[in-house]
């Protein structure tokens, strides 16, 4: 059974910082690139971050760059989010996504994890 279980959410300040992780399983976790999207309250997806199989490529969206960080531990199949500076409309559920990277395509999805940021 394939699983993306996202934690570490939870209600933080602004200018607070929280670590997120996605714990993977039943798959071959190493050989996927990984993602961080996000979903604000009456919003659609907004990919935010993503990091290659092996680590050794980085990417973010211009919203979180500079504050957010991607990082993983394929021998713990786990991914994490760390986010700094943290801002109101940074409130969303965060989602742990799986991409394969060739054909054929597969992506998987975790169950989310409630990131709200506020005074």
């Known amino acids: 059974e394939v699983q993306l279980v996202e934690s570490g959410g939870g209600l933080v300040q602004p200018g607070g910082s929280l670590r997120l992780s996605c714990a993977a399983s039943?798959?071959?976790?190493?050989?996927?690139?990984m993602s961080w999207v996000r979903q604000a309250p009456g919003k659609g997806l907004e990919w935010g971050s993503g990091?290659?199989?092996?680590?050794?490529?980085?990417s973010y969206a211009d919203s979180v760059k500079g504050r957010f960080t991607i990082s993983r531990t394929n021998a713990k199949n786990t991914v994490y989010l760390h986010m700094n500076s943290l801002k109101p409309e940074d409130t969303a559920v965060y989602y742990c996504?799986?991409?394969?990277?060739?054909?054929?395509?597969?992506?998987?999805w975790g169950q989310g994890t409630q990131v709200t940021v506020s005074s």
């Open positions: 996504y799986a991409d394969s990277g060739s054909i054929p395509i597969i992506r998987y």
């Open positions: 039943g798959f071959t976790f190493r050989t996927y690139a």
């Open positions: 990091i290659s199989s092996v680590g050794d490529s980085r």
